[in-house]
C-alpha cells in the first residue's frame, strides 16, 4: 500500500483538513447534550424562559456549525479521494500499456479491467469515508466517555465498562464477517467474469444450441454468491440487536442509579438526560466504525491487487539511444532462434532463415505449428530465449522501441478497428499521412469500395471493435492501415482469412506491385497465399522443416506436399495420372 500513498501526496492539505473539520463537527455534537440539559436544569425545572430561548438559540447555532464543518470537510474528503483514484488510473492505465505481451498475457485482460476501473472504485470510496469517519467516530467515543466524566464520575464509570465490551462485541463480528466479505468478492467476480464470457460469446452459445446450460450455470453461481451473502448478512445482522441490547443494559444500570442521585439531589434531571444521550452517541459512532472498518479492509484488499499490478515490470529492456547504424542485405535473420511462453514448452526451437531485402516471405503450417511466434519476434513482442533475431543485420534487441516499429507494420490475426472513423483509424499508421496517400493504401488492401459505399467516405464512423464492417472489411481496413504507414517490413499474421481467393490474389497482387519496395512476411494456412512468395517458410511442431520457393518444397518437403494437395486434391490426381502414364 505504501506504493499507493504517493498518489496522496499532491492533496496532502486536503487529506489533513478533512479530517480536522470532521472533528470540529464531532465537538458540535459532544456540545449538544450540555446544553440540552441546560436547558432542562436552568431552563425548564426553573421556568426560566429567557435561558430556554438562548440555549435553543445555540443549539441551532451548533446545529448549522456542525453543517458548514461537515460540508467543508466533505468537499476536501471528497477533492482527495477523486483526486488520488483519477491519478492512481491514469498512473496504472500508463503502467500496464507499458507492460509487454508476456505480462499481459499472465495477467489477463479481465483482471486488468477489473482492478482499473471496480478496485480503484473501492479504494476511493474506502479513502473518502476513512478520511471523514476513521478519526470521527473514536473521537465521539472517547469524547463522550470524558463529557461524561465532567458531569458524575462514579456514573462515567458505566460508560469505561460499557465501551470495551460494545468494541468486543463489535470486533468479534467483523473477525468472522470480513474474511467472508472477502469470499464474496471472490464469487462476484467469477460472476462478472462468466456474465462476460457469455455476453461476448453469445452466438457460439446460441450456434450450439447451450443457451439453457449456459443459463444453468449462472443459476447455480448466482445461487452460491446469494447463499453467501445471506450468510454474512445474517452474521451482520447480529451487530444491531447485540450492541443494542448491551447499550440498553448499560443505558438501564445508568438510568437506575442516576435516579437515586437525583432523588438524593446529587445530580439534576438534565445531567442524566446528557449521559443518555451520549451513551446513544457512542452506539452509533461504534456502530458506523464497525462498518467502515469492512469497508475499508475490502479496500485494503482492492489496493493490493492494485499494488501488485505496480510490482509486474516489463520485461523487455530498451537502450536508451539508436546510434549504431548497421548495413545488410539481409531485412530479416533468424539465428537458432528458439522461444517458449511457457517454461519446458518450446513456441519455436532453434528456427535459422534469412530474407532478403523486398523479398515476400510466406510462412505456412498446421494450427500451433509457431508460424505466428516467429512474426511476433520480429518486430520485439516477445524476446526469444536462445539465439538472435535480427533486422537489417542488427539484433532487435539493439534498437530503441521507436526506431524498430518505425521500420515494421503488422497486421494481427484479429482484426482490431477502433471508436471513431476510417479517416482517424487510418492516421494510426501515420499521423500526418494526406487523404491521398489514404485512398491509395485503401486501393492496395482492397478496401477502396467499402469506403465509397459510406455516405461520409472517410468520415463515415466506426463503432467501438469495428462491429458495424463485416469481417473481410475489417481485415482490409486494418491492411490498408498498416500500408499507410509504409513501413519497411508489412507483417500479415493470417490477416486475409476472411477474403475470398480472388481478393486475397488482388491484394497480394497490389502489395507487390507497390513502388515502396517493401519485405513482406504472410502468414497462413492458405498454400494459394504464400505460393508466389520469394521464400517459403515451412513449420511443424515448433520447428522449420522446409524453407525454399513454391516448386522447390513441392518437390522436397513431405510436410508442404501434404499441406498443398489437401487443399488442392485435383493437382495430387493429376500428379499421380502422370506418374501412372
Not at 9 to 37: G, I, R
Not at 171 to 185: H, N, R, T
Not at 228 to 253: E, F, Q
Request: aromatic share 8%; with cysteine; net charge negative.
Amino acid at each position: 500500500m505504501n506504493r499507493l500513498s504517493i498518489y496522496l501526496k499532491k492533496y496532502t492539505k486536503e487529506a489533513v483538513l478533512a479530517p480536522v473539520f470532521k472533528l470540529l463537527e464531532a465537538l458540535m455534537d459532544l456540545l449538544v447534550p450540555l446544553v440540552v440539559a441546560h436547558i432542562i436544569n436552568n431552563g425548564i425545572a426553573l421556568n426560566n424562559t429567557e435561558a430556554i430561548l438562548y440555549s435553543f438559540i445555540l443549539l441551532i447555532v451548533l446545529a448549522f456549525a456542525g453543517m458548514g464543518f461537515s460540508f467543508t470537510a466533505q468537499y476536501f474528503a471528497a477533492k482527495a479521494s477523486v483526486g488520488f483514484a483519477a491519478d492512481l488510473r491514469q498512473s496504472l492505465f500508463d503502467h500496464i500499456m507499458s507492460l509487454t505481451y508476456k505480462e499481459l498475457d499472465k495477467s489477463g485482460i479481465d483482471t486488468l479491467i477489473t482492478r482499473m476501473t471496480s478496485d480503484i472504485n473501492q479504494l476511493q470510496v474506502g479513502l473518502n469515508l476513512a478520511l471523514r469517519l476513521l478519526l470521527r467516530s473514536p473521537f465521539i467515543v472517547f469524547g463522550a466517555m470524558i463529557m461524561a466524566f465532567t458531569i458524575d464520575v462514579k456514573l462515567a464509570l458505566i460508560f469505561v465498562v460499557t465501551i470495551p465490551v460494545l468494541s468486543l462485541a463489535v470486533y468479534a463480528i467483523m473477525l468472522k464477517s470480513i474474511p467472508l466479505f472477502e469470499k464474496v468478492q471472490i464469487k462476484l467476480d467469477a460472476l462478472l467474469g462468466m456474465t462476460r464470457e457469455n455476453l461476448t460469446g453469445a452466438r457460439v452459445i446460441r450456434a450450439f444450441c447451450k443457451e439453457e446450460d449456459e443459463i444453468r450455470e449462472f443459476t447455480d453461481r448466482s445461487n452460491s454468491l446469494t447463499l453467501m451473502n445471506k450468510t454474512v448478512g445474517c452474521l451482520s445482522a447480529l451487530m444491531n440487536p447485540l450492541t443494542y441490547v448491551i447499550i440498553n443494559v448499560a443505558s438501564i444500570i445508568l438510568i437506575y442509579y442516576g435516579a437515586i442521585k437525583v432523588d438524593t439531589g446529587l445530580l439534576k434531571q438534565g445531567d442524566i438526560v446528557a449521559l443518555y444521550n451520549y451513551m446513544a452517541q457512542i452506539i452509533v459512532e461504534l456502530i458506523k466504525l464497525a462498518s467502515l472498518t469492512i469497508t475499508i479492509n475490502k479496500s485494503l484488499a482492492c489496493g493490493k491487487r492494485v499494488a501488485s499490478l505496480f510490482e509486474v515490470k516489463p520485461s523487455l529492456v530498451y537502450p536508451e539511444s539508436d546510434s549504431t547504424e548497421t548495413e545488410s542485405e539481409y531485412e530479416v535473420e533468424f539465428a537458432n532462434v528458439s522461444f517458449a511462453y511457457e517454461k519446458g514448452i518450446d513456441a519455436i526451437s532453434n528456427v535459422s532463415f534469412k530474407s532478403l531485402k523486398g523479398q515476400t516471405v510466406g510462412v505456412i503450417g498446421s494450427t500451433g505449428s509457431g508460424k505466428s511466434t516467429i512474426v511476433n519476434l520480429i518486430p520485439r513482442f516477445y524476446d526469444v530465449d536462445e539465439g538472435a533475431v535480427l533486422v537489417d543485420g542488427k539484433n532487435v534487441k539493439d534498437y530503441t522501441r521507436k526506431a524498430l516499429l518505425e521500420k515494421i507494420a503488422i497486421v494481427p490475426q484479429k482484426a482490431v478497428l477502433f471508436e471513431g472513423t476510417i479517416r482517424e483509424n487510418m492516421l494510426w499508421g501515420k499521423d500526418d499521412a494526406s487523404d491521398e496517400e489514404i485512398y491509395e493504401a485503401l486501393e492496395t488492401a482492397q478496401a477502396l469500395e467499402v469506403v465509397s459505399n459510406k455516405d461520409k467516405g472517410l468520415d463515415s464512423a466506426v463503432e467501438q471493435n469495428g462491429r458495424n464492417f463485416s469481417g473481410g472489411q475489417r481485415q482490409r481496413l486494418t491492411i490498408a492501415r498498416a500500408i499507410v504507414k509504409k513501413p519497411q517490413i508489412l507483417i500479415l499474421d493470417d490477416s486475409s482469412s476472411a477474403l475470398d481467393f480472388a481478393t486475397d490474389a488482388r491484394l497480394r497482387k497490389a502489395i507487390h506491385e507497390l513502388s515502396e519496395k517493401m519485405s513482406v512476411f504472410i502468414v497462413s494456412q492458405r498454400t494459394s497465399s504464400i505460393m508466389n512468395a520469394d521464400l517459403i517458410l515451412v513449420m511443424d511442431d515448433g520447428r522449420l522443416v522446409d524453407q525454399g520457393t513454391h516448386e522447390k518444397l513441392l518437390k522436397h518437403s513431405k510436410v508442404y506436399q501434404e499441406i498443398y494437395y489437401s487443399q488442392f486434391p485435383e493437382e495430387k490426381d493429376k500428379k499421380e495420372e502422370v506418374a501412372y502414364a
